[in-house]
């Protein structure tokens, strides 16, 4: 085996080993057990449309419970996920709407 071709064998074993092993470090989950009274949904007498809107469309990013996809368990997927999760509720979060002046 020549010496080029030994390097890239141990090179790619390498990285395979990095991401088994960063599998195993994941940001936590934005998930809530309950709607807080503060959501847009129990402050705000909303139309039904415009609740099913807000919860199929904004709420992932927007709201403290966000439906993960199933690509959201791999590293680095989801500390990617997770920062725009951060973000989004930083601009806007449903789940504090009452509170907002």
Known sequence: MSRKKKFS?????TMVLVVVVLQF????????????????LKAEDLPREVSRILVTSCYDCHSNNTNYPWYSEITPVNFF????????????????WAKLS
């Open 81 to 96: 996920l997770d920062n725009h999760v951060k973000d989004g509720k930083r601009h806007l979060n449903f789940s504090e």
């Open 25 to 40: 470090f994941r940001p936590s989950k934005n998930i809530s057990e309950e709607i807080s009274n503060n959501d847009i």
């Open 9 to 13: 064998s141990i090179l790619l074993i």
